[in-house]
């Protein structure tokens, strides 16, 4: 990416206080997201020139976050996303985050209050303390209201909005105002052959996708599937979407195996060390 001249004449991120309540959701006013397209909004607000299969990537994964998913409708999608850009700053997880357990620090959440307490709990969480997570914190948000299908959204939710979020304004385009909600219906589609196993959750092997069921691997080659493919398998949209920002982002499952080729501007080499760096910083073990 080359950098050029700052374009001013977009607005950047419109401020907390500025949101109004659109569908009991906390949204941007006539969004530039709407206006201009995430992608173009990202194009016209960035220091740099984006490689365009960068800003499609960006534009799609928007397009998916603001419509509706399996279990959760597109308001409380960009609730939820609303969220993940507000746990940062919320009082209880800058203090938990600091102190040596974060089970032993109770309080509320600061929250848009548009979703439960146990929502905003899994998606705070989830964003900035994931590395601390235990099977009984899992298991206590399951008896608080949630599903492992609606967890594993957030949690899909969660990665998306973080790394669409840190891309913007990394390349010096600030926040993408939240857009509006798509219409429409959550699927409620579980996969049947879906199981415990590797996971505090269900995944689904390749060899129990049903005939007629999403396949969450489709675009994975088969002996590329991994755990890190599984994790959100027992939603396949989110999979097959997450699959699809990850390789714009990071790169392809056909580009991670062959080490005797290199793609775009980074080594393999370069990859992996700034993979690694950030994987360390962000307190992921895997």
Known sequence: MHQRPRNLSIPRAIA???LIEYTSLAVADDSMADTLGAGDWLSAESDYEIPRDLLGAFERAWNWIRGPGTWWDAAARLAIAAEVRNAPSCPLCRERRAA????????????????SECVVEVAHRLR???????ARWFEEALANGITDGEYVEVAALVA?????????????A????LPKPHTGDPSRVRPSGAALGVAWVPTLEPADIKPGEPNPYRDVPPEHVCNIHRALSLVPTEAIEWSALSSAF?????????????????????????????AALADCFY
């Open 16 to 18: 907390r206080d500025d």
């Open 100 to 115: 040596p357990s974060p089970y032993a620090i109770e309080g509320g959440h600061a929250s848009f209050g548009v979703l």
């Open 128 to 134: 900035t303390d994931s590395g601390r997570l235990r």
């Open 160 to 172: 998306s909005v973080a790394l669409l979020d840190s891309f913007a304004r990394a390349v010096g």
């Open 174 to 177: 600030g926040t993408l105002p």
């Open 250 to 278: 990071y790169r392809t499952d056909a580009a991670a195996g062959d080490v005797e080729n290199e793609y775009g501007d980074l080594t393999h080499a370069q990859r992996e060390l700034i993979a690694a760096r950030v």
